[in-house]
């Protein structure tokens, strides 16, 4: 598939805002993974979900002497296009992958239910 097409992994937080949310763009797809030219196939859609909170869960149990408490998170640096004094953190508390074949070149807006 050309280098363009992503399949992309949302993460979800706690807060709701107004902006950008936190996602991955995973490129390097096959063809196989589809169901049709728009979808990827519910397998494969099944088996990344799997992955990514196996890895979401694993980045969250490392530890180190040095610093105890490791998670993956969402950081926020503005508020109404102002810069903070520092930085939200929020948690990421699960993954979603779309299902919708997409494009890291150009923004596809929200996928249909």
């Known amino acids: 598939m050309p280098a363009s097409v992503a399949l992309v992994v949302s993460f ?4 709701r805002y107004k902006g950008g949310h936190p996602r991955m763009y995973l490129c390097g797809q096959s063809t196989t993974n589809l169901n049709g030219q728009t979808q990827w196939a519910s397998t ?13 869960n694993a980045l969250n149990a490392l530890t180190y002497t040095s610093m105890p408490t490791l998670q993956l998170v969402n950081l926020s640096y ?3 296009k ?4 520092a930085p939200t953190f929020d948690a990421i508390t699960a993954v979603q992958v779309h299902t ?4 890291v070149r150009r923004r596809l807006g929200k996928e249909a239910p």
């Open 44 to 56: 494969w859609i099944t088996s990344v979900s799997t992955a990514m909170e196996t890895w979401r």
């Open 12 to 15: 979800k937080i706690g807060r």
């Open 78 to 80: 503005y508020t109404n």
């Open 82 to 85: 102002a810069l903070r004094p």
């Open 100 to 103: 919708r074949v997409d494009t």
